[in-house]
């Protein structure tokens, strides 16, 4: 099979099939193995140029760690203010300057759609790093990645998806991204804040798909428990953030209720939903995914900039 992702936009995950998910996968596992020297070969001379429009730890820190460690290097702008988004330059000019210094493009932006409209406009790939509440392709690429690693499998698992389903753009690119395999997916989250309907009409017929409101009643039968914060940003009124805020926390209490082996994952940052107290439990894995996370994305970019890179 052809390198899938060799100068292709990374706008969403439904623009993937099942095929391309497990190649980027076998390739994390194979870059992960490479020697140092090996492996900085890969990117070496070429550049990720980025541009944050929302803050970011992880996805910019691990995208960077990842091209350093190809050999590339990274450049971009993560302080608006320092930019000259500041003096009112438009995202499609500050992008069409970046494409003249880079090879692969970075955006997070605040506007569902930012990341297609960016990539219709430059030459080099775009890789949406959130985009709104749309979607966040590589986190789920990630998130699948640990499943797998962390279960040994995918097909045949029980998934609960807890917390701002409404507002959580990596919901959407993780269901979406399920939606190749088959599992059972339990949907938790407070009335106001449950999955859109545009994507549930979307999924449903490609996944087991149940909603609930408590998340006792999920316990019991869950492998997964993907947790995610209340958006509190993408909130109209902070009013109604401030009633559902804290609906959720995973503490040693669900898990006494849950299977003993449920791994519990979150794409961070987290508020209050997870207790530090359960930080050193073996079913703790959220670091250990943000860890995955630099792996994911360095065999992202390796496949992006090289063609006959195989798996
Ligand atoms: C997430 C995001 O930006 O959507 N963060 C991340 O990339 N890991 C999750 C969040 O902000 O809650």
Same mark, same amino acid.
């Given at each position: 099979? =052809?390198? $899938?992702?060799?100068?292709?936009? !990374?706008?969403?995950?439904r623009?993937?099939?099942?095929?391309?998910?497990? @190649?980027? @996968?076998?390739?994390?596992?194979s870059?992960s193995?490479?020697?140092?020297?090996?492996?900085?070969e890969?990117?070496k001379g070429r550049?990720?140029?980025?541009? @944050?429009?929302?803050?970011?730890?992880?996805?910019?820190m691990? @995208?960077e760690a990842?091209m350093?460690?190809l050999?590339g290097?990274?450049?971009g702008?993560?302080? /608006?203010k320092s930019?000259s988004?500041?003096k009112?330059?438009?995202?499609?000019?500050?992008?069409?300057?970046?494409? +003249?210094?880079?090879d692969?493009?970075?955006l997070?932006?605040?506007l569902?759609?930012s990341s297609?409209?960016?990539?219709e +406009?430059?030459q080099n =790939? !775009?890789i949406?790093?959130?985009s709104?509440s749309?979607?966040? =392709?590589?986190q789920?690429?990630?998130?699948?990645?640990?499943?797998?690693?962390e279960?040994?499998?995918i097909?045949?698992?029980?998934?609960?998806i807890?917390?701002d389903?409404? %507002?959580?753009?990596t919901v959407?690119?993780?269901?979406?991204?399920l939606? #190749?395999?088959?599992v059972?997916?339990?949907l938790?989250?407070p009335?106001? &804040?449950r999955?859109?309907k545009e994507s &549930? %009409?979307?999924i449903?017929?490609?996944?087991? !798909?149940k909603?609930?409101s408590k998340?006792?009643?999920? &316990?019991p039968?869950t492998?997964?428990?993907?947790?995610?914060?209340?958006q509190?940003?993408?909130?109209?009124?902070?009013?109604e953030y401030?009633?559902v805020?804290g609906?959720?926390?995973?503490?040693e209490?669900? /898990?006494?209720k849950?299977?003993?082996?449920?791994?519990?994952?979150? $794409?961070l940052?987290?508020?209050?939903?997870?207790?530090?107290s !359960?930080?050193?439990?073996?079913?703790?894995i959220?670091?250990?995914q943000?860890?995955?996370?630099?792996e &994911?994305?360095a065999?992202l970019?390796? /496949?992006?900039? #090289?063609?006959? +890179?195989?798996r």
């Amino acid at each position: 099979m =052809p390198n $899938p992702f060799y100068d292709r936009d !990374i706008v969403s995950i439904r623009d993937f099939a099942k095929d391309d998910l497990e @190649f980027v @996968f076998d390739t994390t596992d194979s870059i992960s193995r490479l020697k140092h020297s090996q492996r900085g070969e890969l990117g070496k001379g070429r550049t990720l140029g980025y541009i @944050f429009y929302e803050p970011s730890t992880r996805t910019r820190m691990s @995208f960077e760690a990842a091209m350093a460690s190809l050999g590339g290097s990274s450049i971009g702008i993560s302080d /608006l203010k320092s930019s000259s988004v500041e003096k009112g330059e438009s995202l499609a000019d500050t992008i069409r300057v970046i494409d +003249l210094y880079s090879d692969v493009i970075l955006l997070r932006h605040p506007l569902d759609g930012s990341s297609r409209f960016a990539a219709e +406009l430059s030459q080099n =790939p !775009i890789i949406n790093a959130g985009s709104g509440s749309e979607e966040h =392709p590589t986190q789920a690429l990630l998130d699948l990645y640990t499943i797998l690693k962390e279960k040994g499998k995918i097909d045949g698992l029980s998934v609960a998806i807890v917390g701002d389903l409404k %507002y959580g753009r990596t919901v959407y690119s993780l269901l979406y991204g399920l939606a #190749n395999y088959k599992v059972e997916v339990h949907l938790v989250s407070p009335p106001t &804040l449950r999955i859109r309907k545009e994507s &549930l %009409y979307e999924i449903q017929d490609k996944l087991k !798909i149940k909603e609930h409101s408590k998340l006792d009643e999920v &316990l019991p039968e869950t492998d997964v428990i993907y947790v995610t914060r209340i958006q509190r940003e993408r909130f109209p009124d902070v009013q109604e953030y401030e009633k559902v805020k804290g609906t959720y926390t995973i503490d040693e209490n669900t /898990l006494a209720k849950s299977k003993s082996d449920i791994a519990v994952m979150h $794409p961070l940052p987290r508020v209050d939903e997870i207790s530090q107290s !359960i930080d050193h439990t073996k079913n703790a894995i959220y670091f250990k995914q943000a860890s995955y996370g630099k792996e &994911l994305r360095a065999a992202l970019l390796a /496949l992006m900039l #090289n063609e006959n +890179l195989s798996r």
